[in-house]
């Protein structure tokens, strides 16, 4: 049986590992943290993602923490008008089996860890590099140790250390960061008593705010323009960059605590994302900016259809998965890039044009592609960049 080492312990390293033991495949996960610890802030989950995580079993964390979105508006910067509000709510159960689901990433994550044996997480383990012969792949370990496995997943994001053994390139900074925080709820009571995702678009800059913790917090996140990623400006230059923004948006942002910063990376895409020991999975294969919020989505994604398919053929299964992701991923990447540009327009005639084409997004048909997505029918269909969903056996309970 195939030994399968998992190097990363985020969402997607989680996520193929609980898949991979329900199939009854041995794996290992390597994750260089000593321990997980309450990092980062929200995470969105749509549809074609919770859709997964109901299926491997973490229901109950999602009721228990996570916050089903009513809808997603989007406001102008300066006045507030709404540009558009698009309805999830039962609306996303009933049309794709699963609710839109706001979270704390550290939540979802022990969701996931719950799924696994202590002995399977492999703590405190970093590796450096993977190589790879006829017989084995290796990991070299920052202790200067080695294992050896049968198949390596790479699972460990945009600056993945599995990806140099199969492509040669470089993390591309998109020009943008992100400041990313937590606030109470009581800063924003309306977010409790009706859960959605705000959006603001504005010059060179947009801001999100959600519910996340059962309500009983929000995350908050400001993407900006930065032409020089090492530059870290503070919270109060934040602010002052958000000079003649609405005064909710200065109000909330000002209001946020444990505010970190991020420079916004992807990757061309690019390949192969395996070999005959190697392969790549989520941000590690093709990451992309998070302006679909997709990333742990499609990880999810990939995580289902790489495991399936091992467990079926392992022979063929790394070649399927590649071939049957590229379309849908080159799309979804495509996309991402794209709305880079629609979110930070200056005021003009782009800008009008865009909020009249939001104005007519009333409802989930625009995004019925990628929240309908079911990842076992690239493969019967193809691998078109949209199929069907999992059905009514797989649909979201309480």
């Known amino acids: 049986m195939t030994r399968v080492a ?78 558009c509000a698009v309805p999830h709510g039962e609306a996303c159960v009933t049309d794709f ?16 860890v719950g799924l696994l044996p202590a002995a399977d997480l492999g703590l ?24 050896t496995a049968d198949l390596v997943i790479g699972a460990d994001g945009v600056h993945s250390v599995v990806r140099p053994a199969l492509i040669d390139d470089s993390p591309r900074y998109s020009g943008y960061a992100v400041w990313r925080g937590l606030l109470p709820v009581d800063e924003v009571p309306a ?42 400006p503070g919270v109060e230059e934040l602010i002052a960059a958000l000079r003649g923004w609405h005064p909710e948006v200065r109000r909330v942002v000002g209001a946020a605590r444990g505010v970190g910063r991020w420079g916004l990376y992807d990757r061309d895409i690019a390949g192969p994302w395996h070999s005959r020991r190697l392969v790549l999975l989520g941000d590690a294969a093709h990451p992309t900016l998070p302006y679909l919020s997709q990333g742990a989505n499609q990880a999810l994604e990939d995580a289902l259809l790489v495991a399936d398919l091992l467990a079926a053929d392992p022979a063929t299964a790394l070649d399927r998965y590649e071939r049957a992701r590229r379309p849908r991923l080159a799309e979804v990447h495509r996309q991402a890039r794209h709305r880079a540009d629609l979110f930070h327009l200056p005021d003009g005639p782009a800008q ?11 409802d989930l048909n625009h995004l019925r592609w990628l929240y309908g997505h079911d990842p076992d029918a690239d493969l019967a269909h193809g691998a078109p960049t949209g199929g069907g969903w999992l059905g009514p056996d797989h649909r979201f309970r309480d």
């Open 6 to 83: 998992i190097v990363g312990g985020g969402v997607a390293g989680l996520a193929v590992a609980a898949l991979l033991r329900r199939h009854g495949m041995p794996y290992r996960i390597y994750e260089q943290a000593a321990r997980f610890t309450t990092v980062g802030a929200g995470i969105q989950l749509s549809p074609n993602g919770v859709r997964i995580l109901h299926r491997l079993g973490v229901g109950p964390t999602l009721r228990e923490h996570g916050v089903a979105a009513e809808s997603i508006e989007t406001r102008r910067w300066d006045d507030g008008r709404l540009l």
């Open 191 to 232: 977010l409790g008593r009706v859960p959605r995702v705000l959006f603001w678009f504005g010059p060179d800059a947009h801001v999100t705010y959600y519910p996340i913790a059962a309500r009983q917090t929000v995350h908050v996140s400001v993407v900006r323009a930065q032409s020089v990623e090492t530059d870290d």
């Open 352 to 362: 009008r044009a865009r909020d009249e084409e939001l104005a007519r997004q009333v």
């Open 124 to 147: 405190g383990r970093r590796v450096v590099r993977v190589s790879e012969d006829d017989e084995r792949a290796t990991l070299h370990l920052a202790d200067g140790t080695r294992d």
């Open 97 to 112: 089996g699963a609710p839109y689901v706001l979270i704390h990433r550290a939540d979802l994550q022990r969701g996931l």
